[in-house]
Nanobody, 127 residues
């Protein structure tokens, strides 16, 4: 069992950056792959980035690759999403999710395959 709380959302201008953080409770944080998803109004929740249990492997959606960076600090039970060169189309509620996976490397898994979710944090990018 793990509880997740996101923070760091806000409103920024296009081209700016935001850093989202996810604080996890529990004593087995390093057993979970972590993912970031986002959902814009009227759209399905979509995968943004994922990171393996150890942090050695990462995966990004095509739309954010090169602009976003996912990381984790297992000593602090946190995961982060550094978002740079933000675009208006990045506007969404961003969710942190945990996947208790047996895979040592990150693999793509859809929203329904992640077991635990934070409450979400709104990121708004204006032109």
């Amino acid at each position: 069992q793990v509880q997740l709380v996101e923070s760091g959302g806000g409103s920024v201008q296009a081209g700016d950056s935001l850093r989202l953080s996810c604080a996890a409770s529990g004593r087995t944080f390093n057993n979970y792959a972590m993912g970031w998803f986002r959902q814009a109004p009227g759209k399905e929740r979509e995968f943004v980035a994922g990171i393996s249990r150890s942090g050695r492997s990462t995966l990004y959606s095509v739309s954010v690759k090169g602009r976003f960076t996912i990381s984790r600090d297992n000593a602090k039970n946190t995961a982060s999403l550094q978002m740079s060169s933000l675009k208006p189309e990045d506007t969404a509620v961003y969710y942190c999710a945990a996947d208790r996976t047996s895979f040592s490397e990150i693999v793509y898994r859809g929203p329904h395959e992640y077991e635990y979710w934070g409450q979400g944090t709104q990121a708004t990018v204006t032109s």
